[in-house]
């Protein structure tokens, strides 16, 4: 790159301009050349350096008692932000480029906790009102009149929640540079779309959606293509062309093309619609007998969950009956697991009376070797444990053949004196039910909270609170299965793999003498969700 950026202060300002390169490299950012009212760095240096730079920066920052920070450029703006999303006390960020705020940007500014007023050339309505409803950020521009797109007004998108709801849209335009950005920035926000209707068809429009649909990744969307006024050769030589050159996204992703004819057109088709609709009946009646098949089955789940749901009711009301409130005092008395990292208090204001709850629990199923319960998520459950890890794929927790199944501890791990390893299976089939809900554990507003990091799951020998440490998504595996370990090395050896595959590093430091606790459920056929909590606290249950 041939340029750098400087940092010039100027009264409560910060202002960032794209610089000459006019020092080498070896020259930037050395203290000896620092001049602290207008400093420099070299783009590379910045990402390389980002929490580095970003702290000095602070320090000036609050120092100098710096409230606004001013850009100059859209160049490099997103590795610019990151370095504002650090400075707390700037409230006030003044883009100067003469052009709309990009949708990038705007997603930047939503993960910033300290603006409250942006000033720029000019941004969509949709999304400044997105940032005042979210944030309370006031939007200030500087051009005159707000641009909307044909795209926008033809399918009336006037707020965020109309294009995020938006589920048909119509393409009566064709798609330029300026209406491109429009329906980017639509297919970034919105989350519902099925059909996408091109009345006045033309090549490049086409390529153009197909581009951004690919580019965000959009799934199961049906193209819909007017055959009136519009040249029917033309559009079946371009979506061959098409379907050759997007052949992997469109196959994995669903995407269908279709001619919507009209109605002169299928008066004068009149044979060849006759035999279209012979097939088509043909076609109708495999679907409803498909469709018989899955309501059959839809009808058989729906019993399966309204069974489980009336026996969790009935379990829950044991844990009801055996609580009773307490003081702190009685939470902070016990004792926490030297061997592992010290850990706050988790203090509860109700004690539950887990030796009478496991004596109920055995008398209806014999099987019972835990309870396990998981914050915000409806994972509050009794776990069971059969001789193979087969039975309760297909069994409640009466032991009545169920197709959601139950919670269960792995045949191989024992219960009163816990294995390196204990895991614990669930099915994800059905929502709210099981192990639906897990998939919240792998969302950073569930996991960046420090009370949710800590599971409970207790078994008739103890009550226990485990650390999460570690959370993935993986291929179908069995690598994180092993219960038991030939050796120190051998146990540290495969922390060190499940850690390092973590999604989110927690920080957690794994002793070789700790036990840890992993739950395994499906995400689909291919993928599944596993994640690991360490023990932080247990407390001999009296027997």
């Given at each position: 790159?041939?340029?750098?950026?400087?940092?010039?202060?100027?009264?409560?300002?910060?202002?960032?301009?794209?610089?000459?390169?006019?020092?080498?490299?070896?020259?930037?950012?050395?203290?000896?050349?620092?001049?602290?009212?207008?400093?420099?760095?070299?783009?590379?240096?910045?990402?390389?350096?980002?929490?580095?730079?970003?702290?000095?920066?602070?320090?000036?920052?609050?120092?100098?008692?710096?409230?606004?920070?001013?850009i100059?450029?859209?160049?490099?703006?997103?590795?610019?932000?990151k370095?504002?999303?650090?400075?707390?006390?700037?409230?006030?960020?003044?883009?100067?480029?003469?052009?709309?705020?990009?949708?990038?940007?705007?997603?930047?500014?939503?993960?910033?906790?300290?603006?409250?007023?942006?000033?720029?050339?000019?941004?969509?309505?949709?999304?400044?009102?997105?940032?005042?409803?979210?944030?309370?950020?006031?939007?200030?521009?500087r051009?005159?009149?707000?641009?909307?797109?044909?795209?926008?007004?033809n399918?009336?998108?006037?707020?965020?929640?109309?294009?995020?709801?938006?589920?048909?849209?119509?393409i009566?335009?064709?798609?330029?540079?300026v209406?491109?950005?429009?329906?980017?920035?639509?297919?970034?926000?919105?989350?519902?779309?099925?059909?996408?209707?091109?009345?006045?068809?033309?090549?490049?429009?086409?390529?153009?959606?197909?581009?951004?649909?690919?580019?965000?990744?959009?799934?199961?969307?049906?193209?819909?293509?007017?055959?009136?006024?519009?040249?029917?050769?033309?559009?079946?030589?371009?979506?061959?062309?098409?379907?050759?050159?997007?052949?992997?996204?469109?196959?994995?992703?669903?995407?269908?093309?279709?001619?919507?004819?009209?109605?002169?057109?299928?008066?004068?088709?009149?044979f060849?619609?006759?035999?279209?609709?012979?097939?088509?009946?043909?076609?109708?009646l495999?679907?409803?007998?498909?469709?018989?098949?899955?309501?059959?089955?839809?009808?058989e789940?729906?019993?399966?969950?309204?069974?489980?749901?009336?026996?969790?009711?009935?379990?829950?009301?044991?844990?009801?009956?055996?609580?009773?409130?307490?003081?702190?005092?009685?939470?902070?008395?016990?004792?926490v697991?030297?061997?592992?990292?010290?850990?706050?208090?988790?203090?509860?204001?109700?004690?539950?009376?887990?030796?009478?709850?496991?004596?109920?629990?055995?008398?209806?199923?014999?099987?019972?070797?835990?309870?396990?319960?998981?914050?915000?998520?409806?994972?509050?459950?009794?776990?069971?444990?059969?001789?193979?890890?087969?039975?309760?794929?297909t069994?409640?927790?009466?032991?009545?053949?169920?197709?959601?199944?139950?919670?269960?501890?792995?045949?191989?791990?024992?219960?009163?004196?816990?294995?390196?390893?204990?895991?614990?299976?669930?099915?994800?089939?059905?929502?709210?039910?099981?192990?639906?809900?897990?998939?919240?554990?792998?969302?950073?507003?569930?996991?960046?909270?420090?009370?949710?990091?800590?599971?409970?799951?207790?078994?008739?020998?103890?009550?226990?609170?485990?650390?999460?440490?570690?959370?993935?998504?993986?291929?179908?595996?069995?690598?994180?299965?092993?219960?038991?370990?030939?050796?120190?090395?051998?146990?540290?050896?495969?922390?060190?793999?499940?850690?390092?595959?973590?999604?989110?590093?927690?920080?957690?430091?794994?002793?070789?003498?700790?036990?840890?606790?992993?739950?395994?459920?499906?995400k689909?056929?291919?993928?599944?969700?596993?994640?690991?909590?360490?023990?932080?606290?247990?407390?001999?249950?009296?027997?």
């Amino acid at each position: 790159m041939n340029y750098n950026y400087g940092f010039k202060l100027s009264k409560d300002t910060i202002v960032i301009n794209k610089v000459k390169n006019d020092l080498s490299e070896e020259s930037l950012n050395k203290t000896d050349v620092i001049d602290i009212k207008e400093l420099k760095f070299s783009v590379s240096y910045i990402k390389d350096n980002l929490e580095l730079v970003a702290s000095f920066l602070n320090v000036v920052i609050i120092k100098e008692n710096i409230t606004t920070v001013q850009i100059n450029q859209f160049d490099d703006v997103l590795t610019l932000m990151k370095l504002v999303n650090y400075w707390e006390h700037i409230n006030k960020i003044d883009f100067k480029e003469d052009s709309a705020v990009p949708y990038s940007l705007f997603e930047s500014l939503l993960d910033n906790k300290y603006i409250k007023t942006i000033q720029c050339y000019s941004m969509p309505s949709y999304l400044i009102d997105r940032l005042d409803l979210t944030k309370g950020i006031v939007v200030k521009t500087r051009e005159k009149h707000d641009y909307v797109s044909m795209f926008m007004k033809n399918n009336l998108l006037n707020s965020y929640s109309d294009i995020y709801f938006k589920k048909s849209i119509i393409i009566c335009n064709p798609i330029d540079n300026v209406e491109e950005i429009g329906f980017d920035n639509f297919i970034k926000i919105n989350n519902k779309l099925k059909t996408i209707r091109i009345i006045k068809y033309d090549d490049i429009s086409l390529d153009t959606i197909i581009k951004i649909l690919e580019n965000n990744k959009r799934s199961n969307i049906l193209i819909l293509l007017d055959e009136k006024n519009n040249d029917l050769n033309a559009i079946y030589n371009k979506v061959n062309v098409i379907k050759k050159k997007y052949h992997k996204y469109i196959n994995a992703n669903n995407i269908k093309f279709k001619i919507n004819y009209s109605l002169e057109y299928k008066k004068n088709n009149l044979f060849k619609e006759v035999n279209l609709k012979f097939l088509s009946s043909i076609i109708i009646l495999l679907i409803a007998a498909i469709s018989v098949v899955f309501l059959y089955k839809s009808y058989e789940q729906h019993n399966d969950a309204q069974t489980v749901s009336t026996e969790l009711d009935e379990l829950t009301g044991i844990i009801n009956n055996n609580t009773t409130e307490t003081s702190d005092d009685d939470n902070n008395s016990s004792e926490v697991n030297t061997n592992s990292p010290t850990y706050r208090n988790y203090v509860s204001t109700y004690n539950t009376n887990y030796s009478q709850v496991f004596s109920d629990l055995l008398a209806i199923n014999d099987q019972t070797v835990g309870w396990l319960k998981i914050n915000n998520t409806n994972v509050n459950h009794p776990v069971v444990q059969a001789p193979d890890n087969a039975f309760y794929l297909t069994h409640d927790f009466k032991k009545n053949k169920n197709n959601l199944g139950w919670i269960f501890m792995d045949y191989r791990n024992g219960v009163e004196t816990l294995d390196k390893n204990t895991i614990i299976y669930g099915h994800n089939d059905y929502d709210g039910i099981m192990f639906s809900t897990v998939y919240y554990m792998f969302r950073s507003s569930w996991y960046s909270n420090g009370d949710n990091q800590i599971i409970t799951f207790n078994t008739p020998y103890a009550t226990m609170k485990w650390k999460i440490f570690s959370l993935y998504q993986i291929d179908v595996t069995e690598d994180y299965l092993q219960t038991n370990f030939a050796s120190e090395d051998d146990y540290m050896n495969f922390i060190n793999m499940i850690q390092s595959r973590s999604q989110v590093d927690f920080g957690d430091v794994i002793q070789p003498t700790d036990k840890i606790l992993t739950l395994s459920t499906c995400k689909n056929d291919k993928v599944r969700y596993v994640v690991h909590a360490v023990l932080v606290e247990s407390t001999p249950t009296e027997q």
